[in-house]
């Protein structure tokens, strides 16, 4: 008997477990990020899947290196096993890139992906770089080198097919061709207009011993990352367990590992060098003429960092910021550095202010054109001195104040916001198009490689510390007191007045007979009234008894009924 099945296309929205909140740095997270401030360099890490990453590797070379460090997985690992759920395809990818992000989290790396979509087991390259359309997803690694602009690439898998899945192979392939083609004009020119070719000094094969495969050699490069970081109260090899147990839907919980721990690398194109990863890559702000000060201004302000007084360096902090900004940038590599390490040291002064500011709403949804209740809320937990000037809500309106914060006294602002009619639905932007096999559809470039939307829905809170401006951004959230897990975060969402959820995800008929479905729908709003249609595949044929619906408050179903 022949089956075939009819597939609905839904809009997914997504929640997400938790949302990052505010937090302050502890004084030796202050001082870790002090060192970072010194160091100039970036390093990416490049792979298949959620997953693939070495966590142990990245945790040290973000936190012990104190680079800048990046993981480029290809594909938000859509395809594959679930452990804490029947999610599978774009809902699973959706869940693993929330795992990846925790990850990242947690060992200090910062996260991104190309358009390629997880289609499950690959025999070989060949047949991946079909499916995925090879130009396209090399494209999106050359634009991520261009954005990050790594000193250093390291691959997790050879070109050579060691590496097993047709996946990992071609994560290699693409990385090799996209060491050189970033550094070609001729090579994706429209992306020239948001940013600059780059070409890294070398890539590595992080070579590996598992699986019953060991790629490992003595005449390899050999970095110990099992060390012990006593800013961080733990190493390397117990930040990659936690890191690494944020993989839940793959059941990679992890124990925590303790001592020496050997990675060999081999290098597959670039500069040669004998001891060290960036070997005769110069780190500090000495690498450019035009910001050898700030090298001495930063090291000052380490040496003199009071633990129990950490606002006592808002002034040397604030002298590093102003001479940041008045860096002169026309040089693309110093711009590059400037613009990061300005938000590095904005973060800085915050946390040594005792800074905590947030924006949460009294509801987890809102509808374009609606308004909703939020409080702000600011903090300074010390004796900084901070003046809070005004705060914006969506670029709307401000409420001005002129208020000079005193210490350990928490000040909330309730606001009544309509949203913008034009607000975009809270839709991961890489599923807002129909797709392929093989490839998501993104149209606007700036959105490739990030890991979610940016925000819509953002509060801005305009401070005066120490003599200096600052505009800081925060993010929409809803919270509540969970009986069990305490005070949980969630992302502020944007949806249209009603939302469907459809009984079934997949209907199987095994003959002609028509089959009964069963629609929800839900109001996000009051008083929405609305007819139901659905748009099926070619060939089929849906009718909805009674489509009309008229539902009167907000969070009110009705369920319909379609044949």
């Known amino acids: 008997m022949k089956l075939s099945t009819l597939f ?39 792979a298949a899947h959620p997953d693939d990453e070495n966590t142990r590797l990245l945790g040290y070379l973000a936190n012990e290196r104190r680079l800048r460090t990046g993981y480029l997985s290809l594909t938000r690992g859509d395809g594959g096993q679930n452990l804490v759920g029947k999610e599978q395809s774009e809902l699973l990818g959706l869940i693993r890139t929330q795992e990846l992000l925790a990850a990242r989290r947690t060992d200090g790396a910062e996260q991104f992906f190309t358009r390629a979509n997880d289609f499950g087991f690959s025999k070989n390259p060949e047949e991946t770089l079909s499916i995925w359309n090879k130009d396209s997803v090399l494209a999106d690694v050359v634009w991520t080198i261009r954005r990050f602009k790594p000193d250093v690439i390291i691959c997790r898998f050879p070109t050579t097919g060691e590496g097993g899945h047709g996946h990992h192979t071609a994560s290699a392939i693409l990385a090799l061709e996209a060491f050189e083609a970033a550094a070609d004009p001729a090579k994706f020119p429209s992306q020239l207009k948001y940013t600059e070719t780059w070409q890294p000094k070398r890539i590595f094969w992080n070579t590996f011993n598992f699986g019953g495969t060991n ?5 390899q490069l050999k970095v110990d990352v099992g060390v012990f970081n006593p800013l961080l109260g733990k190493s390397f090899g117990e930040i990659a367990a936690e890191s690494r147990s944020m993989h839940k839907s793959q059941g990679f919980g992890s124990s925590r590992q303790r001592g020496s721990n050997i990675e060999f690398f081999k ?79 904005e973060q800085l002064l915050l946390s040594c202010s005792g800074l905590w500011l947030e924006a949460n709403t009294t509801e987890y949804l809102g509808v374009p054109g609606n308004e909703v209740t939020i409080n702000a809320q600011v903090i300074t937990r010390n004796k900084a001195q901070v003046q809070l000037n005004k705060i914006s809500f969506f670029l ?74 600052l505009r800081i951004e925060r993010k929409l959230v809803y919270k509540y007191a969970d009986p069990v897990k305490g005070e949980v975060y969630r992302p502020f969402e944007i949806l249209p007045p009603a939302t469907v959820n459809i009984s079934e995800k997949v209907i199987v008929f095994s003959d002609l007979k028509p089959k009964n479905i069963q ?24 009718t909805i008894k009674n489509p009309e619906f008229n539902l009167t408050g907000k969070g009110d179903e009705v369920v319909l009924e379609a044949v």
Request: net charge negative; glycine share 4%.
């Open 8 to 46: 609905f296309a839904v809009l997914i929205f997504c929640t997400g477990l938790k949302a990052q909140h505010t937090s302050e740095l502890t004084s030796s997270e202050i001082v870790l990020g002090l060192k970072k401030l010194n160091t100039v360099g970036s390093v990416l890490y490049i």
């Open 267 to 345: 290098l597959l194109k670039g500069e040669p060098v004998k001891e060290d990863l960036f070997e005769n890559i110069e780190l500090s702000w000495n690498r450019f003429v035009s910001t050898t000060a700030l090298d001495k201004l930063i090291a000052g302000c380490i040496q003199q960092f009071d633990v129990q007084a950490p606002e006592k360096s808002v002034p040397a902090l604030a002298q590093i910021y102003t001479t940041l900004k008045n860096i002169t940038d026309a040089d693309p590599a110093v711009r590059y550095w400037k613009e990061q390490k300005l938000k590095e040291t």
């Open 396 to 469: 709307q309106s401000d409420t001005s104040f002129k208020l000079v914060l005193n210490a350990n006294e928490l000040y909330t602002f309730k606001h009544r916001e309509k949203l913008p009619v034009s607000i975009a639905y809270s839709n991961p932007y890489w599923l807002n198009e129909a797709h392929e096999q093989g490839m998501y559809v993104v149209k606007q470039q700036l959105l490739i490689g990030k890991p979610e939307n940016e925000q819509a829905a953002n509060v801005v809170f305009d401070l005066d510390v120490q003599g200096l401006n």
């Open 519 to 542: 629609l929800t729908v839900k109001a996000n709003a009051a008083d929405v009234k609305g007819t139901l249609a659905l748009r099926a595949n070619d060939g089929w044929t849906i």
């Open 215 to 219: 790629t490992t050699a003595s005449d």
